[in-house]
Structures are given as C-alpha cells and as structure tokens.
C-alpha cells in the first residue's frame, strides 16, 4: 500500500506564495516521476508540473517562470514553489507518481487526496 499526503495548501491574497509538500510512503521500491495537478471549481485536472527521477522539469505554459517543482528523493517527497499567485489558480493541487513497490515489477500511479489552494483578489 502506498499513498501520497500533500501540505502547504491555504488562503493567499493574489501575488503572495505558498509552497506545497507531498510526500509518498508505504511499500516502495522506487519512485518515477512525481508531479502536481490542479482541477478548479467546474474544469477538468490540468497539469501544473512533474519532475522526473533524473531531475527533469516539465511545466505548464501557465506557471513557467513563477512555479518551481523540486524533490528530495531520499525522503520521496515533492515540493511545489508558487509565487506571484492568481486568483484564477484557485484550485484542489493534486500530488501524483508513479512508482513501483519492487525489482521487476510495473510502475503504478498512485495520486493524494488533494490541498485547497484559495486565492483571493
């Protein structure tokens, strides 16, 4: 069993920052790409974005420039960096990874129950 449990989400007045915290446990062999999405109030998930087990960024047309994504892949845990927040980027941040729980077998998505990020005008 593993799951992911995120932090750092809350009430931001527009142009201030919060960071986000995700961390994974539970039976793990290793740890894939690790990302955040969003879903805002009557739109569908997007991506915010992912990092990979190297090192490699991807982001969001949106976010590039005011967001960072990191990890610390000893601890299994991934941060999200938002600066300059919009009050459109009100939204549930949504952790995700893929990871497998041992040598051989098929990585699997796993994602976290989701933070509230409020951003008001």
């Known amino acids: 069993q593993v799951q992911l449990v995120e932090s750092g989400g809350g009430l931001v007045q527009a142009g201030g920052s919060l960071r986000l915290s995700c961390a994974a446990s539970?039976?793990?062999?290793?740890?894939?790409?690790m990302g955040w999405y969003r879903q805002a109030p009557g739109k569908q998930r997007e991506l915010v974005a992912t990092s990979d087990s190297g090192g490699s960024t991807n982001y969001a047309d949106s976010v590039k420039g005011r967001f960072t994504i990191s990890r610390d892949n000893a601890k299994n845990t991934v941060y999200l960096q938002m600066n300059s927040l919009k009050p459109e980027e009100t939204a549930v941040y949504y952790c995700?990874?893929?990871?497998?729980?041992?040598?051989?077998?098929?990585?699997?998505?796993?994602w976290g129950q989701g933070t509230l990020v409020t951003v008001s005008s």
């Open positions: 539970g039976s793990i062999f290793s740890v894939n790409t």
């Open positions: 995700n990874a893929r990871i497998r729980s041992g040598w051989g077998r098929p990585y699997f998505e796993v």
